[in-house]
């Protein structure tokens, strides 16, 4: 079974330019996530998908970055304009969701975006 | 926001011997999780614990759910090369399903670990 697939795994832009992370989830998952993760540190969330809705996006930078999920299986996340402290390892996950209790994220191998 | 602490930052330690390292927050949480990462990849699920109290082993791994709920620990048994990444810990803190009733898992900064052959 294909885990979750993310495309693509390196990018460098310049500064004000857009990106956009593609993401697939595994198949059958409902729940799917974007995560930033910082050099040095620890996965931090920025949106959660439940099927199409987006139920948690408390932490996403809205005036910049958005995402999409629109038939609810893969997703773009986007920015526009990057910014330098936009650098970092954009980690997409899924799980079973859907109101099954304790069903963990598994990840994808990430997109390592640089801005110069 | 709620942050977990993880110890220690960084290990370096020979080929068989053993590790421990541990995650704590001030607050409670209703799950604990602990998730391996190599360079170049995503964190990997190695241990899931839901229960206070709850140890849990993965082969060479035990994890711990600190009966404060407020702890977890994690120990590797007869250390190998392969063991080498980073570990984080994460957990579903109690309060945050309280307030929103939403799944949400918060991480820590990792436990970097290197194994000398």
């Known amino acids: 079974e294909a885990g979750v697939v993310q495309s693509p795994r390196y990018k460098i832009i310049e500064k004000k330019q857009p990106v956009a992370f593609w993401c697939n989830p595994i198949s059958g998952h409902n729940t799917l996530y974007w995560y930033r993760q910082n050099l040095g540190q620890g996965p931090e969330l920025l949106i959660r998908?439940?099927?199409?809705?987006?139920?948690?996006d408390s932490q996403l930078p809205k005036d910049r970055f958005s995402a999409e999920r629109l038939k609810g299986v893969d997703s773009t996340l986007k920015i526009q304009p990057a910014e330098l402290g936009d650098s970092a390892v954009y980690l997409c996950a899924s799980s079973l969701g859907g109101g099954t209790l304790n069903t963990e994220a598994f990840f994808g191998q990430g997109t390592r975006l640089t801005v110069v | 926001g709620q942050q977990l602490n993880q110890s220690p930052q960084s290990m370096f330690i020979q080929e068989g011997e053993d590790v421990s390292m541990n995650c704590t927050s001030s607050?409670?949480?209703?799950?604990w999780l602990w998730y391996k990462q190599e360079p170049g990849e995503g964190p990997v699920l190695l241990i899931a614990?839901?229960?206070?109290?709850e140890l849990t082993s993965n082969g060479r791994l035990t994890a711990q759910f600190g009966i404060t709920r407020k702890d977890s620990f994690l120990n590797i048994s007869a250390s190998i090369p392969s063991d080498v990444g980073i570990y984080f810990c994460?957990?579903?803190?109690?309060?945050?399903?309280?307030?929103?009733?939403?799944?949400?898992?918060?991480f820590g900064p990792g436990t970097s670990l290197s194994v000398i052959p």
């Open positions: 614990l839901y229960k206070a109290g």
């Open positions: 998908y439940e099927n199409e809705e987006a139920v948690d």
């Open positions: 607050s409670i949480f209703n799950t």
């Open positions: 994460a957990g579903r803190p109690h309060w945050e399903i309280m307030k929103t009733s939403y799944d949400k898992v918060i």
